[in-house]
């Protein structure tokens, strides 16, 4: 694991974009950097460089607390790397067929997308009306319409649209229990991935229970607390050993916890339908 007060360099790597090549560190962090760094799942780790007025990012990146100012009020906000680890949990890949709600913004629905392109699909619904409508038409304006079909229903209510086709389910919703029988019938009958997202833990103690007296299996809750870390290059003498001390240490890049964090984002809460 990445240990938080040392960042060798070439002994990490980060995840570049949508795709597997990777970047090593010293590449993106510099002498007097300010970089935000959060371990995902495994080998994961999201880093964001501030230097100077500029931001260099990379793919599953975390948001910092600035990034929120000028939101409207009531936004729902899910966090770079809480989407790169609920597409890896849900074994996302193209091809796949998800089901999502709700829509909102339509982040978590872009990212699912490039995802499962050029051959999967994402149904996605939305409660709200206008919501569902600026949804579709973004999707079109960015040319990913082909790869998504927007529903304006109440998911609790009334499902996803579509039965035993999904391989994966994702849930961003005030009462997911309520979704869990839907979820269980939009899954194919050979099985699939859950994923819900809720930022209080009452909800995820409803939602298991609800995974659990519906038959899922392999119930699990992940929290992704992010930490910032002042990056600087330091040299340290070599310790004597009693024959004269030897020459010192060569500089290596280590990374100093700053007070301000974004602290606690949420809930992830994964489960598994099996077969029979």
């Known amino acids: ?151 304006n229903q109440d998911v609790c209510r009334s499902g996803f649209g579509v039965s035993h086709v999904a391989d994966a389910v994702f849930l961003d919703i005030p009462s997911p229990w309520e979704a869990v029988g839907h979820a269980w019938d939009a899954l194919k009958v050979e099985g699939g991935r859950f994923c819900s997202f809720s930022p209080c833990i009452e909800q995820v103690q409803r939602t298991c229970q609800a995974l659990a007296a519906r038959g899922f299996s392999e119930l699990s809750t992940l929290e992704v607390l992010p930490q910032v870390f002042t990056v600087r290059t330091v040299s340290l003498p070599a310790p004597d050993l009693g024959a004269g001390p030897g020459p010192d240490a060569g500089p290596f890049r280590s990374g100093t916890p700053m007070k301000e964090a974004v602290g606690h984002t949420g809930y992830l809460t994964f489960a598994t339908k099996t077969p029979g």
Not at 67 to 85: M, Q, V
Request: hydrophobic fraction near 40%.
């Open 1 to 151: 694991m990445l240990m938080p007060t040392h960042i060798l360099p070439g002994l990490r790597h980060l995840p570049d974009s949508n795709t597997m090549s990777f970047v090593a560190y010293e590449e993106l962090i510099k002498e007097g950097d300010t970089a935000i760094l959060s371990l995902g799942h495994g080998a994961m780790v999201a880093v964001r460089v501030q230097r100077g007025a500029q931001t260099q990012t990379r793919h599953g990146v975390l948001r910092h607390s600035v990034d929120l100012i000028g939101r409207p009020f009531g936004s729902k906000i899910l966090y770079s790397t809480d989407i790169a680890l609920l597409t890896m949990m849900l074994e996302l890949r193209p091809g796949s067929v998800v089901c999502e709600s709700g829509t909102g913004s339509g982040s978590v629905s872009h990212a699912i997308i490039r995802t499962i392109a050029p051959t999967g699909h994402l149904h996605t619904v939305e409660f709200h009306q206008q919501r569902a409508e600026k949804a579709r038409e973004e999707f079109q304006e960015h040319r990913v319409g082909r790869w998504v079909t927007v529903r």
